[in-house]
């Protein structure tokens, strides 16, 4: 977990088209460190399913999640109902995983922290 906290103290930057995404490893990497996190068999994003006790506390994550968003310039997809929230993350301008999605995922899961 040693790279987690410099996750956390990492900003997302502009990734410009045309650049790489990570490379599998790196990502299997992330994600030992990043609780809950799953990445999709294509290894374009990574999501996770957050499960709350009532429908207020479900909406004040996702407003805790679109603070931190709008904060990074990094906006997930959210999908949620009365209970529980799904959050996917990946990077649109190299339609894969950056490092931007691994800051905003280690982010989101310090909200409940």
Avoid at 37 to 49: E, G, R, S
Avoid at 66 to 72: D, G, I, L, P, S
């Amino acid at each position: 977990m040693s790279e987690l906290p410099n996750l956390l103290e990492q900003k997302c930057e502009e990734i410009p088209k045309g650049q790489k995404g990570l490379v599998i490893p790196t990502i299997e990497s992330y994600l030992n460190m990043l609780p809950g996190w799953d990445v999709t068999l294509d290894y374009a994003t990574i999501h996770k399913t957050f499960g709350f006790k009532n429908y207020h506390q479900t909406v004040a994550f996702v407003n805790a999640v679109t603070w931190v968003a709008h904060k990074e310039d990094h906006h997930p997809n959210i999908c949620f109902g009365y209970n529980e929230c799904t959050i996917t993350l990946k990077t649109h301008s190299i339609k894969g995983l950056s490092q931007n999605d691994m800051i905003m995922a280690a982010k989101i899961n310090a909200l409940l922290d």
